[in-house]
């Protein structure tokens, strides 16, 4: 089982960190997935953290703004968000990439959807 937390308002240009906590699964073995899902969108794939050290993965629209790490010891994953844009208004997911320990982001290549967190950025 996977849980977002740590959504909110912000500002334009602000920051905020969303947590992933895992339970329940052999959480060193699987890559994580962070996707979003923003209002009248498809829910899209935004960034992945492999398996023990394997790299990290970002889609354009957050790269270089927003930073995955994950913390084996605490089967956590956090998603450091950066120059927050109205566009990046959407419910966060976590999920765990079922078959694969690296990266993708197919979201059909992903399990274990928990309930998401909420972000709006917005002035």
């Known amino acids: 089982q996977l849980q977002a937390s740590g959504g909110g308002l912000v500002q334009p240009g602000g920051s905020l960190r969303l947590s992933c906590a895992a339970s329940?699964?052999?959480?060193?073995?699987?890559?994580i997935g962070w996707f979003r899902q923003g209002p009248g969108k498809e829910r899209e794939g935004i960034s992945c953290?492999?398996?023990?050290?394997?790299?990290?993965l970002y889609a354009d629209s957050v790269k270089g703004r927003f930073t995955i790490v994950r913390e084996n010891t605490k089967n956590m994953v956090y998603l450091q968000m950066n120059y927050l844009e109205p566009e990046d208004t959407a419910v966060y997911f976590c999920?765990?990439?079922?078959?694969?320990?690296?990266?993708?982001?197919?979201?059909?290549?992903?399990?274990?959807w928990g309930q998401g967190t909420q972000v709006t950025v917005s002035s």
């Open positions: 999920a765990r990439r079922r078959r694969y320990s690296g990266c993708g982001l197919i979201r059909s290549e992903y399990d274990n």
């Open positions: 953290v492999a398996a023990r050290g394997g790299g990290t």
């Open positions: 329940g699964f052999g959480f060193d073995y699987y890559a």
